[in-house]
């Protein structure tokens, strides 16, 4: 009898104990999902911020596309201009050979 009484003891705490952790891990655990583009739309500020933001990345390609067209002449304006430097070099190379051959 004293065994019975031992062992619904035991059997009576370690439930009150496993029911006591149980809420406590759930606590601490917390999951949550949530669409930043669908917040974003739905808040006020958030739009404004968008729409702000929208209006200086179109200013930014704006000046992107006219740096890039500067740029771009630049170029063309560089390959059809002769290089003076090779005229140089095919100066230099007529008069070393020239007076190499006329040795």
């Not at 290089?83 to 051959?101: G, I, L, N, Q």
Request: glycine share 2%; net charge positive.
């Amino acid at each position: 009898m004293h065994t019975i009484f031992r062992t619904t003891v035991a059997a009576f705490v370690l439930a009150l104990l496993a029911g006591l952790t149980v809420p406590v891990h759930a606590q601490g655990v917390k999951i949550g999902v949530f669409d930043p583009t669908r917040v974003s739309e739905e808040v006020a500020d958030a739009q404004q911020l968008q729409v702000s933001l929208i209006q200086m990345r179109e200013e930014k390609q704006a000046a992107i596309a006219v740096k890039e067209q500067i740029v771009n002449d630049l170029r063309q304006k560089l390959q059809q201009r002769p290089c003076p430097c090779h005229r140089t070099s095919e100066r230099r190379w007529k008069s070393t050979s020239s007076a190499t051959s006329s040795r």
